[in-house]
């Protein structure tokens, strides 16, 4: 048997073309017996809708964007991998677009792209998603968007996020509850929002038990693996702490090879956590303690704000927004202090 058609899904379906393509497209006023039926003979055929004839065909491309600026590759594949797969599954395509920040030039480039392409929708990432000409151009332009984990002027768009100022709190309480009162902490890049709240987090469990949070022993980092190898040498000198937590989980393993470098073994002599729960996480020795920040759902989640319509600019009332849970991974490298 040849590929699939939208007349084959409709003849086995018992329904017309006009159906199967507004199921496809996920459009509105279908009975849901319908659409199951429709969905499940597309699926038996391995139907996929042609990108190219549905675009033409209406003025949707079917492509939703991801714009990023962020030093970790780990972050950054998380995010494409759960957008694309939930893109992949309504029948669309995931545009990945690099973006600096710093460039005068964003906003053109931003326009451009949105008109070149026709995107349906953005998903913006931080830093992006807190830079304001990004936000005026995709308002103007009427393009939906999405932002993951902003930090200004949150109420301002469709957002999804996660406690991170909670989530960095339970994880150093955890290390005090093993024992430790003397903790360095790694604050993220500058100029991402959940760095702060991070930081802030951090400060809160250690006040909450009556613990002193000393000026150096809170080094600034910038969310990369040579950051955390900067800070872990700045903090692992004479008089160090007990534990470390960094603010994300490459700076978090700069500080590992920091201590070893000084000879320090991770963890009888220093405790380090870190945030994210990335794949090296769990591949290096010994796997790391981290916040499982759930990357790849809440970059889904933006996907489905789109792709639903719940992005549609402008909004009456609040802004949809989602806040997914996070999960403490204690691992092999926290323990009790020596």
């Given at each position: 048997m040849?590929?699939?058609?939208?007349?084959?899904?409709?003849?086995?379906?018992?329904?017309?073309?006009?159906?199967?393509?507004?199921v496809?497209?996920?459009?509105?006023?279908?009975?849901?017996?319908?659409?199951?039926?429709?969905l499940?003979?597309?699926?038996?055929?391995q139907?996929?809708?042609?990108?190219s004839?549905?675009?033409?065909?209406?003025?949707?491309?079917?492509?939703?964007?991801?714009?990023?600026?962020?030093?970790?590759?780990?972050?950054?594949?998380?995010?494409?991998?759960?957008?694309?797969?939930?893109?992949?599954?309504?029948?669309?395509?995931?545009?990945?677009?690099?973006?600096d920040?710093?460039?005068?030039?964003?906003?053109?480039?931003?326009?451009?792209?949105?008109?070149?392409?026709?995107?349906?929708?953005?998903?913006?990432?931080?830093?992006?998603?807190?830079?304001?000409r990004v936000?005026?151009?995709?308002?103007?332009?009427?393009?939906?968007?999405v932002?993951?984990?902003?930090?200004?002027?949150?109420?301002?768009?469709?957002?999804?996020?996660?406690?991170?100022?909670?989530?960095?709190?339970?994880?150093?309480?955890k290390?005090?509850?093993?024992?430790?009162?003397?903790?360095?902490?790694?604050?993220?890049?500058?100029?991402?929002?959940?760095?702060?709240?991070?930081?802030?987090?951090?400060?809160?469990?250690?006040?909450?038990?009556?613990?002193?949070?000393?000026?150096?022993?809170?080094?600034?980092?910038?969310?990369?693996?040579?950051?955390?190898?900067?800070?872990?040498?700045?903090?692992?000198?004479?008089?160090?702490?007990?534990?470390?937590?960094?603010?994300?989980?490459?700076?978090?393993?700069?500080?590992?090879?920091?201590?070893?470098?000084?000879?320090?073994?991770?963890?009888?002599?220093?405790?380090?956590?870190?945030?994210d729960?990335?794949p090296?996480?769990?591949?290096?020795?010994?796997?790391?303690?981290?916040?499982?920040?759930?990357?790849?759902?809440?970059?889904?989640?933006?996907?489905?704000?789109?792709?639903?319509?719940?992005?549609?600019?402008?909004?009456?009332?609040?802004?949809?927004?989602?806040?997914?849970?996070?999960?403490?991974?204690?691992?092999?490298?926290?323990?009790e202090?020596?």
């Amino acid at each position: 048997m040849g590929v699939a058609t939208i007349n084959d899904v409709a003849r086995l379906a018992g329904v017309s073309i006009k159906t199967v393509s507004r199921v496809m497209n996920r459009e509105p006023n279908v009975r849901e017996e319908t659409r199951a039926k429709v969905l499940s003979v597309a699926e038996s055929l391995q139907y996929r809708p042609s990108q190219s004839a549905r675009s033409l065909a209406g003025s949707r491309s079917f492509l939703i964007g991801l714009l990023f600026d962020n030093p970790s590759a780990a972050y950054v594949t998380d995010v494409q991998l759960g957008a694309a797969a939930r893109c992949r599954a309504s029948g669309r395509h995931l545009v990945i677009e690099p973006v600096d920040t710093a460039a005068p030039d964003l906003p053109k480039l931003v326009r451009e792209t949105c008109r070149a392409l026709r995107l349906d929708g953005v998903i913006l990432t931080p830093p992006v998603c807190d830079d304001a000409r990004v936000l005026d151009v995709l308002e103007q332009m009427g393009v939906p968007y999405v932002r993951l984990a902003p930090n200004r002027d949150p109420d301002r768009s469709p957002r999804v996020t996660m406690d991170d100022r909670a989530a960095a709190a339970e994880m150093t309480r955890k290390l005090i509850a093993l024992g430790h009162t003397d903790i360095g902490f790694v604050i993220g890049h500058p100029d991402h929002g959940a760095s702060e709240l991070r930081r802030q987090g951090f400060v809160d469990a250690m006040r909450e038990a009556g613990l002193e949070t000393r000026p150096d022993r809170m080094i600034q980092g910038r969310f990369s693996f040579r950051s955390g190898f900067d800070a872990g040498e700045a903090l692992l000198g004479q008089g160090r702490p007990t534990a470390v937590f960094a603010s994300n989980d490459d700076m978090a393993l700069g500080v590992m090879a920091a201590a070893r470098q000084l000879g320090l073994d991770v963890p009888r002599d220093l405790s380090i956590a870190g945030f994210d729960d990335t794949p090296a996480a769990q591949s290096v020795w010994p796997p790391l303690t981290t916040v499982a920040q759930p990357i790849g759902a809440m970059a889904a989640a933006a996907a489905d704000m789109i792709i639903d319509g719940e992005a549609a600019h402008p909004h009456t009332g609040a802004p949809p927004s989602r806040e997914l849970g996070f999960t403490l991974r204690m691992r092999g490298s926290t323990v009790e202090p020596a």
